[in-house]
């Protein structure tokens, strides 16, 4: 049987991902096949068409997509966890723009009843990420001074409210226009700086009385991750888990900014988890499922396409226009 699906068959623009036919997956004994509800679209997936993501820059024709969320329509032999029929999120081996998915059961996660499939769908990649840096990676504080970069993105309007759960006392967001610094403080941003006509740094030195910021959640790194270093506190802690700047530029750090501060710079990637520790996510996918059935999270979704629109998608992320998730509805 042929499915839809969008492929890249060469890297670049947004124009190269191509809506075509290809074979349904077949699954593994310890897979399950998806039917597709809903598509979260990641910034990774923008990388990974420009060859700047892990493993996707080797010229050869791929499907992209991180998560995705729908009905499971077959069940491997060794699967004990899921039956046909059941609402799932998963992590699909393959990528999930597509009609159909072949996913781990180890990279898939129940949706319960009274979860919507497409907030499911968006909340996997970002809410886990999210928690995961704030909780187990920086190990956030309670009476903490937070600082997100990109705050009205997916992963940022995500991660104020879960900073704010986790117990920060102040959550700084940057952005780079007036209409995010907005959506950032709606999500419960405290100060939101737009990091184009301000100085971040000096501004959160200046709100926190020069002390700097517990935590920074750095996905841009570049220039950016060095000036966030001119406001990490004694003791704070920094993430880096993304380059989202042109060109994805890496941030230098030196020891002699490290030692006599006590302040560490830290690294995480949902993908590595997905490919070496897989169970170690389940745990943080039931926090954020939890945090969703309480109404004590919200995943800010702003805008929809069509599978066949995904090119839209994309520029609609790029042109730094977008608010929260974008998702794509085969
Ligand atoms: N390590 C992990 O496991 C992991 C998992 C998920 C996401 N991430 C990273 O987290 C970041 C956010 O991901 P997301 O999917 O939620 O995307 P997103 O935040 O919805 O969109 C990307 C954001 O990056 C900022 N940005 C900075 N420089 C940019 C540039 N040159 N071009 C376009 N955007 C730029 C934009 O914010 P401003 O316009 O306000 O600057 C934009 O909001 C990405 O860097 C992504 O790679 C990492």
Redesign the pocket.
């Known amino acids: 049987m042929k499915i839809k699906a969008i492929v890249v068959n060469e890297l670049g623009g947004p124009e190269v991902l191509t809506l075509s036919e290809v074979a349904i997956p077949a699954i593994l004994p310890h897979q399950v096949l998806i039917r597709i509800q809903a598509i979260?679209?990641?910034?990774?997936?923008?990388?990974a068409r420009q060859g700047q993501?892990h493993g996707k820059g080797d010229g050869s024709p791929f499907v992209p997509g991180?998560d995705c969320a729908g009905e499971i329509i077959k069940v491997g032999a060794q699967v004990t966890r899921f039956k046909i029929g059941q609402r799932v999120m998963a992590f699909p081996k393959a990528g999930s723009y597509a009609e159909y998915a072949a996913a781990d059961e180890q990279l898939t996660f129940a949706v319960p009843e009274g979860l919507d499939i497409e907030t499911a769908a968006a909340s996997l990649?970002?809410g886990?990420?999210a928690y995961?840096?704030l909780n187990r990676v920086a190990r956030l504080v309670p009476g903490e001074t937070v600082l997100i970069?990109?705050?009205?993105?997916?992963?940022?309007t995500?991660a104020i409210q879960l900073a704010r759960l986790a117990g920060a006392s102040r959550i700084i967001g940057?952005?780079?226009?007036d209409e995010?610094m907005e959506a950032a403080k709606k999500m419960g941003a405290d100060h939101v700086i737009n990091?184009?006509t301000e100085d971040f740094a000096g501004i959160v030195n200046s709100l926190t009385d020069g002390e700097g910021a517990d935590v920074i959640l750095d996905?841009?790194?570049g220039e950016?991750f060095e000036k966030s270093l001119d406001c990490l506190a004694h003791f704070g802690r920094i993430v880096a888990?993304?380059?989202?700047?042109?060109?994805s530029l890496p941030g230098k750090v030196t020891t002699a900014d490290l030692h006599s501060s006590c302040r560490s710079v830290l690294g995480?990637?949902?993908?590595?988890?997905r490919k070496l520790r897989p169970d170690f996510l389940q745990e943080s996918a039931d926090k954020v499922t939890d945090l969703l059935l309480q109404s004590k999270l919200e995943i800010l979704i702003s805008k929809r396409y069509s599978l066949a629109e995904a090119a839209h998608a994309h520029s609609h992320?790029?042109s730094?226009k977008?608010?929260?998730?974008?998702m794509l509805i085969p």
């Open positions: 979260s679209v990641n910034f990774a997936d923008i990388k993501y991180l990649t970002v886990i990420t995961n840096v970069h990109a705050a009205a993105g997916g992963i940022g995500t940057t952005v780079s226009n995010k990091y184009v996905t841009v790194a950016n888990f993304g380059h989202g700047n042109t060109g995480y990637s949902t993908g590595t988890y992320i790029e730094r977008s608010i929260g998730k974008v």
